[in-house]
């Protein structure tokens, strides 16, 4: 890989644009250095205009001018795409596909010469530069290439390393999660709304009690269970709502749906 950095989007959508963002933002690199192309002319010049990066009219011509390829697509065009580039991907490119259930044997065996690749899993919390990121490296992708793909990532937010076997747990975990959360926190402001709280007092509430307990949760370390014994006094006001929650099957519910989620992404991947 060359001594420049320079990287290239193949996909200019929601998640690529996150990706954009948190290299820019975080200093990892240049608008100078970031190159993109996306079939689709409107988000092309938003990115230009919003980023001041580099648009190119081809993926054959952005692969020639990087050394960091990000295959942004949906999965449905990632046979279209490596189709056109495959031939082009090798000689020392890091290759990084977002792209969910596509394996790295499947990238692999579309590029001519050997390449590192590197598959990911994000979620869509990374178009606040608060993402969680897993990681999955190819047979030719050795610690220097996992450490460069997980700085991107890290960029907007955390970033993992993971064998690739368990690439589909992680889509029903924090693939899926966000959903999961949402739900969550629109249960809990409507909840309050019932009670007569205006809904954008309750929202904030709601919202700023999940982020500070996910935040209390990661910064101490601390089991969850611990931390919910913490806000659970004998007899007390938690101590009635969890009950409900465990009476509705609440836990069982959560982990029906991760492995729910998981199971479908396995099948979307042809396993």
């Keep these: ?3 420049e950095e320079r990287f ?3 996909g200019g959508g929601n998640m690529g644009e996150a990706v954009i963002k948190g290299l820019l933002q975080s200093g990892r690199t240049r608008p100078r250095n970031v190159f ?3 079939p689709a002319s409107g988000r092309l010049e938003h990115l230009c ?3 001041k990066i580099n648009a190119v009219k081809s993926n054959e011509a952005l692969v020639q001018e990087t050394n960091i390829i990000i295959l942004a697509v949906k999965p449905q065009i990632m046979d279209e795409v490596l189709s056109r580039i495959g031939s082009i991907l090798g000689h020392g490119r890091l290759v990084v596909s977002i792209a969910a259930g596509v394996s790295l044997k499947h990238i692999q065996e579309a590029i001519a010469a050997p390449a590192p690749v590197i598959r990911v899993m994000p ?6 530069l608060a993402g969680a990121a897993a990681l999955a490296r ?3 992708a050795g610690d ?6 997980k700085g991107i990532f890290e960029s907007v937010g955390l970033a993992v390393e993971v064998e690739e076997k368990y690439m589909d747990v992680v889509t029903g975990l924090s693939g899926s999660g966000p959903a999961y959360i949402f739900i969550l926190l629109e249960a809990l402001t409507d909840g309050a709304v019932r009670l007569g709280l205006p809904r954008d007092k309750a929202r904030l509430l709601a919202g700023q009690t999940i982020l500070g307990a996910a935040k209390l949760a990661l910064e101490t370390g601390t089991p969850p269970g611990q931390l919910k014994d913490m806000v659970t006094s004998p ?4 101590a009635a709502g969890l009950h409900v929650l465990e009476r509705g099957g609440f836990r069982g519910l959560v982990m029906d749906a991760v492995a729910a989620a998981a199971h479908r992404s396995a099948e979307l991947g042809g396993k």
């Design 138 to 140: 190819g047979e030719h």
């Design 8 to 10: 290239g989007f193949i």
């Design 123 to 128: 979620n869509t919390p990374a178009l606040v």
């Design 235 to 238: 007899g007390g006001t938690t």
């Design 1 to 3: 890989m060359g001594a």
């Design 144 to 149: 220097e290439n996992m450490a460069l793909a």
């Design 36 to 38: 993109v192309f996306d």
């Design 49 to 51: 205009r919003e980023y």
